[in-house]
């Protein structure tokens, strides 16, 4: 039973038994203390614009006139190792990927974890007990919770899931569970037992690296390691505003399926 229904459930009985109602237990956060704020002021600094580094960068001062370095073979990307039932759906969903249309073109976010690989800025925010992830990106907001509460047994499934963290000395490490059956930039199909671990380090005072995992023993014979993402700071940047419906091209056919149109609208005719 999901916590919606749950609640509904105890509402329900106890407006009937005119007693206390029976609704699910929900943590209580406690308001923050002097002392939590000054325990906070010893974590590590992560408040701020950060950006997603792309590509190799470029190149080093002193170094602009130089001969392009020969371009470097790629290793090929680690694959998920898949349980039979999902390598299965993994070859239905391939045969079917052609004809779908994109979740994009309706102005859907991706889910977690593509949302933290758009080429667009995210702010950290840290109070007591709570990490804010503000994504321009679709004007996206994740909430990780350090306030000690558990992982929900029964989450409501969402985009981004219910995230929980914790500190192990200068990490961060957030679990999130329950998630929507969404396109959310993985390459293989997941189950309702998902869970997405991420670590937080700072790599130096304006490098952060994410290195994110996932774990479903549904669907993976073996936890899958997705490498490491770096993340730059840039501590005059400001989040722009992000809306997606502004300046819309994307159409609905006489078939219902969505498209985009990429000619400029603005653009003077030739």
């Known amino acids: 039973m999901n ?20 609704a699910a ?14 325990a906070l002021a010893k974590l590590p600094d992560f408040t701020g614009v950060w950006e997603v580094v792309m590509g190799g960068g470029p190149p080093r001062a002193g170094n602009r006139a130089a001969a392009p370095a020969p371009p470097r073979a790629r290793a090929p990307r680690p694959q998920p190792s898949l349980t039979p039932e999902y390598a299965a759906k993994a070859k239905a969903e391939a045969a079917k990927a052609a004809s779908a249309e994109s979740e994009s073109a309706n102005c859907l976010p991706p889910g977690l974890p593509g949302i933290m690989t758009q080429p667009y800025p995210m702010e950290f ?21 350090t306030d000690g509460r ?35 930039g993985l390459t293989f199909p997941y189950s309702d037992q998902m869970k997405v671990i991420e670590r937080f380090h700072l790599a130096d005072p304006d490098t952060m690296t994410i290195d994110t995992t996932i774990v479903d023993p549904k669907a ?3 936890p899958f390691d997705m490498g490491t993402r ?8 400001t989040i722009a505003e992000y809306v997606c419906e502004e300046n819309n091209r994307n159409f609905v056919d006489s078939q219902g ?11 003077a005719p030739r």
């Open 3 to 22: 916590n919606t229904r749950r609640v509904l459930i105890g509402l329900l009985l106890g407006s009937l038994a005119g007693g206390p109602l029976a």
């Open 25 to 38: 237990e929900k943590f209580t956060r406690k308001p923050p203390t002097a002392e939590d704020w000054a």
């Open 125 to 145: 925010l840290l109070t007591p007990g709570q990490v804010t992830i503000v994504i321009e990106a679709y004007s996206q907001v994740r909430h990780i919770y």
């Open 150 to 184: 558990p992982l929900p047994a029964d989450p409501d499934p969402t985009f981004y899931g219910t995230s929980v963290g914790h500190w192990e000395g200068d990490t961060l490490v957030a679990e999130s569970v329950g998630f929507e059956p969404v396109p959310r």
């Open 220 to 222: 993976l014979t073996k």
């Open 230 to 237: 770096t993340l730059k700071r840039h501590r005059s940047w």
């Open 257 to 267: 399926k969505a498209g985009i149109n990429l000619a400029n609208p603005e653009a």
